[in-house]
């Protein structure tokens, strides 16, 4: 089954409406609860009258920040640690009185229906103490008065740094020494479905049913939340509308929790609109880089050194992570003797940065991979010749994380594939001295990225299987299956193992905290390497005890055993079904013994995948447009278990990849950071109209460490794409733009100030 494009296991249901997501399993008696938001960006609330919202005909209950427990609680989807120093940041309140941001959570109401919950909302009445608003990242790292959170009185929730060789001697031997800034916007996931959830009580238990990525998270996080033992909450996760990383948070659970208590247990959904995902829920990070490079004559890196500063929003959430992971891909994948890199993460007045597909990386990559373009023009030599010269080949190891290491490295075939592509020697040299309003340019950007967390973090998964009655093999896991088609590997995987067919493979795609293995979850491109190790471990053990009990079922002399599609065959003279075993084991007066495995491993070991993204673009520069002609992402991503789907995950990264770097941007307003664009209107995704043909291509290098020499794929495909884009325009037109996206606006002004308009 490995290596296969079989059908996704979902597909059917998914594809006629009969897959059940969180709102379709709601019950048809659901209150109704709604969130009433800040309406300034930075302040206290003074007085917060509730009494014309809880005399409406219709309010069950009206709840604020003065009612919720009194401590705090951190939110992210990383693994808890039982060290208090590795521990995420705990500064969030179910419900708060300080306002750090426009539209911060101040009172929630439950209602009878929408209507009427909305009708409160406006009834509510609030009197706010105004502070000034900081929405960037440099400013508020001066700190202000007061402090967004008491305990950084700078307003830095964290700072990194690390230094390999000596970078300032390393520029003083440089012939040429360049220095750029570069900065990425906020941006928004733009799931289809809604961070949504219901909650109620049973036998004085809470069960949260939710749209999440981190199902066994959530049930800690809520437990934290309201302060009472973890083992009272039960969380369960369907079907799941797309998540990218907005999921891997817990969001308003806690608060729908704490609102089912209130109402002694009556369930209550809690479904966010549009335009509070975007600005309620998570973003990606805007990140400004300042970055510095010295290279010799030939063109060999001597130096390089980077100044991050991540605007973190006003919660901790992901927090420093996010810029650490930077940080580490920049010491990854070039070679260089002397590197420094320094990161700050800040508080400021602006939705909540969190967890966004790539993880950091898209920033960074964009950032340095401009930087990288930027130095080969400024010294006269091929981008693609430049990067060539400073790759490292093959094996490679992280020099402060050892256990982060490319233990293979294909980025040197990607780069062959995606130029072969896009003719890239001929169109260099074709498009090289134009004039014109309507130019051309081809351009490039590669990248590397971790497959999981470990040894940042802890990496465990679990994974059950059973043998039926009918000699099927069950599978129930704590992975989650977000849309990326993680189920469907997972069954191949099984069934690659159990010598079965797919067909006799079923899983189960809800996960429910009270009976699936433990899995922190649905990130960091993990599943495939991390819980795909489980699965194959699992499906070993489950193979043993088959044929062990095969063997008491054949006659004395036949000890060597195989399964083969539904049949267990002992040489070429004896054989048994499947089926038939399966129904002894459940039934035997004798030898009655239900065929289980279940398997809880902690998985040490990491490894790197690489690619690259090859862009043809023509730009109209009076009119500041970009059209795609052609585009291909080349991945090294290991063994491909379902190229179809890889292909599918590919295709998905890149059109997130191309939004990124033409069109999506969370505007705010600077004065009082009331975002300006939070709706699908407004804010620019690429639509059908907008997108190319995309190519996907891979380079298939077995890796030793993954379950079946697989590595990441989840994310990378999204994060060369926006600067290979950019470095097509600086190819077409000779203009470098250091902050995506690449907007009509940016690029006339672009355009007028190297005298092109």
């Given at each position: 089954m490995i290596g296969k494009s079989v059908p996704r296991v979902d597909a059917y249901d998914k594809v006629t409406g009969r897959a059940k997501f969180t709102d379709d399993m709601a019950p048809h008696n659901c209150l109704v609860a709604k969130v009433y938001h800040a309406r300034i960006g930075n302040g206290v609330v003074k007085s917060i009258d509730t009494s014309k919202a809880e005399a409406l005909d219709?309010?069950?209950?009206?709840?604020?920040?003065?009612?919720?427990?009194?401590?705090?609680?951190?939110?992210?989807?990383?693994?808890?640690?039982?060290?208090?120093?590795?521990?995420?940041?705990?500064?969030?309140?179910?419900?708060?009185?300080?306002?750090?941001?426009?539209?911060?959570?101040?009172?929630?109401?439950?209602?009878?229906?929408?209507?009427?919950?909305?009708?409160?909302?406006?009834?509510?009445?609030?009197?706010?103490?105004?502070y000034p608003v900081v929405t960037d990242p440099r400013k508020s790292m001066w700190g202000s008065k007061p402090p967004i959170h008491l305990d950084k009185k700078d307003n830095v929730l964290a700072r990194t740094n690390y230094f390999i060789g000596n970078v300032e001697e390393g520029l003083k031997q440089s012939d040429t020494v360049i220095k750029r800034?570069?900065?990425?916007?906020?941006?928004?996931?733009?799931?289809?479905?809604?961070?949504?959830?219901?909650?109620?009580?049973?036998?004085?238990?809470?069960?949260?049913?939710?749209?999440?990525?981190?199902?066994?998270?959530?049930?800690?996080?809520?437990?934290?939340?309201?302060?009472?033992?973890?083992?009272?909450?039960?969380?369960?996760?369907?079907?799941?509308?797309?998540?990218?990383?907005?999921?891997?948070?817990?969001?308003?659970?806690?608060?729908?929790?704490?609102?089912?208590?209130?109402?002694?247990?009556?369930?209550?959904?809690?479904?966010?609109?549009?335009?509070?995902t975007f600005c309620n829920t998570r973003t990606r990070h805007s990140i400004e880089y300042e970055l510095?490079?010295?290279?010799?004559?030939?063109?060999?890196?001597?130096?390089?050194?980077?100044?991050?500063?991540?605007?973190?929003?006003?919660?901790?959430?992901?927090?420093?992570a996010i810029a650490a992971n930077g940080l580490t891909s920049f010491r990854l994948q070039y070679a260089c003797p002397n590197i420094k890199g320094e990161a700050y993460t800040v508080y400021t007045n602006t939705p909540v940065g969190g967890a966004m597909r790539g993880y950091g990386i898209p920033q960074v990559c964009f950032a340095g991979e401009c930087f990288m373009d930027d130095i080969a023009k400024e010294i006269g030599m091929d981008p693609l010749e430049f990067r060539k010269r400073n790759l490292i080949q093959g094996y490679y190891e992280d020099a402060y994380l050892k256990p982060i290491a490319a233990h293979t490295n294909g980025i040197f075939a990607c780069l062959d594939k995606g130029a072969e592509y896009i003719q890239w020697d001929k169109k260099r040299k074709e498009y090289s001295n134009q004039t014109g309003n309507i130019r051309r340019g081809v351009g490039m950007a590669l990248f590397s990225y971790k497959t999981g967390v470990w040894p940042i973090s802890l990496e465990i998964a679990g994974a059950r299987m059973v043998l039926n009655q009918d000699g099927s093999v069950g599978i129930m896991l704590g992975a989650t299956e977000i849309g990326q088609g993680a189920d469907t590997v997972f069954c191949q995987m099984a069934a690659e193992v159990l010598n079965m067919d797919m067909e006799d493979i079923h899983i189960q795609s809800v996960q429910d905290t009270d009976v699936t293995p433990f899995d922190t979850g649905a990130y960091a491109s993990r599943q495939t390497f991390v819980t795909g190790t489980v699965v194959k471990e699992c499906a070993e053990q489950l193979?043993?005890?088959?044929?062990?009990?095969?063997?008491?079922?054949?006659?004395?002399?036949?000890?060597?055993?195989?399964?083969?599609?539904?049949?267990?065959?002992?040489?070429?003279?004896?054989?048994?079904?499947?089926?038939?075993?399966?129904?002894?084991?459940?039934?035997?007066?004798?030898?009655?013994?239900?065929?289980?495995?279940?398997?809880?491993?902690?998985?040490?070991?990491?490894?790197?995948?690489?690619?690259?993204?090859?862009?043809?673009?023509?730009v109209d520069i009076k009119l500041g447009k970009i059209k795609i002609l052609n585009i291909i992402n080349v991945h090294d991503s290991g063994k491909l278990i379902n190229p179809k789907l890889a292909e599918m995950q590919v295709h998905g990264g890149m059109s997130m990849g191309m939004g990124y770097g033409l069109s999506e941007q969370l505007l705010l307003d600077e004065k009082t950071g009331r975002p300006l664009n939070a709706n699908l209107l407004d804010y620019k995704l690429m639509t059908i109209m907008d997108t190319p043909e995309i190519k996907a291509d891979f380079v298939e290098l077995e890796d030793p460490e993954g379950p079946f020499g697989n590595k990441a794929l989840g994310e990378p495909p999204a994060i060369p794409v926006a600067p290979a884009i950019r470095n097509a325009v600086l190819h077409a037109t000779g203009v470098a733009f250091n902050e995506n996206p690449l907007t009509p606006q940016k690029l006339i002004d672009g355009f007028m100030k190297a005298g092109l308009i």
């Amino acid at each position: 089954m490995i290596g296969k494009s079989v059908p996704r296991v979902d597909a059917y249901d998914k594809v006629t409406g009969r897959a059940k997501f969180t709102d379709d399993m709601a019950p048809h008696n659901c209150l109704v609860a709604k969130v009433y938001h800040a309406r300034i960006g930075n302040g206290v609330v003074k007085s917060i009258d509730t009494s014309k919202a809880e005399a409406l005909d219709g309010v069950v209950k009206v709840v604020t920040f003065k009612d919720v427990p009194n401590h705090c609680y951190p939110t992210p989807g990383h693994p808890w640690s039982v060290e208090p120093a590795h521990q995420d940041i705990a500064d969030r309140n179910i419900l708060t009185g300080r306002v750090r941001y426009y539209g911060d959570d101040i009172a929630a109401v439950v209602a009878e229906d929408e209507v009427t919950a909305q009708r409160a909302l406006r009834l509510i009445e609030v009197e706010y103490e105004e502070y000034p608003v900081v929405t960037d990242p440099r400013k508020s790292m001066w700190g202000s008065k007061p402090p967004i959170h008491l305990d950084k009185k700078d307003n830095v929730l964290a700072r990194t740094n690390y230094f390999i060789g000596n970078v300032e001697e390393g520029l003083k031997q440089s012939d040429t020494v360049i220095k750029r800034t570069y900065k990425t916007p906020i941006v928004q996931h733009c799931h289809i479905e809604n961070p949504i959830s219901y909650a109620y009580m049973e036998n004085g238990r809470i069960i949260v049913v939710s749209s999440t990525q981190i199902p066994h998270i959530m049930r800690r996080v809520i437990g934290q939340a309201l302060g009472i033992p973890w083992s009272k909450i039960r969380v369960i996760k369907p079907y799941i509308g797309g998540g990218f990383g907005n999921k891997q948070d817990v969001l308003y659970e806690p608060l729908n929790a704490f609102l089912t208590m209130q109402v002694g247990g009556r369930p209550v959904k809690l479904d966010v609109s549009r335009e509070e995902t975007f600005c309620n829920t998570r973003t990606r990070h805007s990140i400004e880089y300042e970055l510095t490079a010295g290279v010799d004559k030939e063109g060999h890196l001597l130096a390089k050194d980077m100044l991050e500063i991540s605007n973190q929003g006003a919660y901790a959430s992901h927090g420093h992570a996010i810029a650490a992971n930077g940080l580490t891909s920049f010491r990854l994948q070039y070679a260089c003797p002397n590197i420094k890199g320094e990161a700050y993460t800040v508080y400021t007045n602006t939705p909540v940065g969190g967890a966004m597909r790539g993880y950091g990386i898209p920033q960074v990559c964009f950032a340095g991979e401009c930087f990288m373009d930027d130095i080969a023009k400024e010294i006269g030599m091929d981008p693609l010749e430049f990067r060539k010269r400073n790759l490292i080949q093959g094996y490679y190891e992280d020099a402060y994380l050892k256990p982060i290491a490319a233990h293979t490295n294909g980025i040197f075939a990607c780069l062959d594939k995606g130029a072969e592509y896009i003719q890239w020697d001929k169109k260099r040299k074709e498009y090289s001295n134009q004039t014109g309003n309507i130019r051309r340019g081809v351009g490039m950007a590669l990248f590397s990225y971790k497959t999981g967390v470990w040894p940042i973090s802890l990496e465990i998964a679990g994974a059950r299987m059973v043998l039926n009655q009918d000699g099927s093999v069950g599978i129930m896991l704590g992975a989650t299956e977000i849309g990326q088609g993680a189920d469907t590997v997972f069954c191949q995987m099984a069934a690659e193992v159990l010598n079965m067919d797919m067909e006799d493979i079923h899983i189960q795609s809800v996960q429910d905290t009270d009976v699936t293995p433990f899995d922190t979850g649905a990130y960091a491109s993990r599943q495939t390497f991390v819980t795909g190790t489980v699965v194959k471990e699992c499906a070993e053990q489950l193979k043993k005890k088959i044929l062990d009990y095969a063997k008491e079922l054949m006659p004395e002399e036949t000890r060597e055993l195989s399964l083969d599609h539904g049949w267990i065959f002992a040489g070429e003279d004896h054989a048994i079904s499947l089926e038939r075993l399966a129904m002894e084991s459940y039934y035997s007066l004798s030898n009655s013994s239900v065929l289980t495995a279940e398997v809880s491993s902690q998985v040490k070991k990491n490894t790197i995948s690489t690619g690259c993204c090859f862009a043809e673009v023509e730009v109209d520069i009076k009119l500041g447009k970009i059209k795609i002609l052609n585009i291909i992402n080349v991945h090294d991503s290991g063994k491909l278990i379902n190229p179809k789907l890889a292909e599918m995950q590919v295709h998905g990264g890149m059109s997130m990849g191309m939004g990124y770097g033409l069109s999506e941007q969370l505007l705010l307003d600077e004065k009082t950071g009331r975002p300006l664009n939070a709706n699908l209107l407004d804010y620019k995704l690429m639509t059908i109209m907008d997108t190319p043909e995309i190519k996907a291509d891979f380079v298939e290098l077995e890796d030793p460490e993954g379950p079946f020499g697989n590595k990441a794929l989840g994310e990378p495909p999204a994060i060369p794409v926006a600067p290979a884009i950019r470095n097509a325009v600086l190819h077409a037109t000779g203009v470098a733009f250091n902050e995506n996206p690449l907007t009509p606006q940016k690029l006339i002004d672009g355009f007028m100030k190297a005298g092109l308009i």
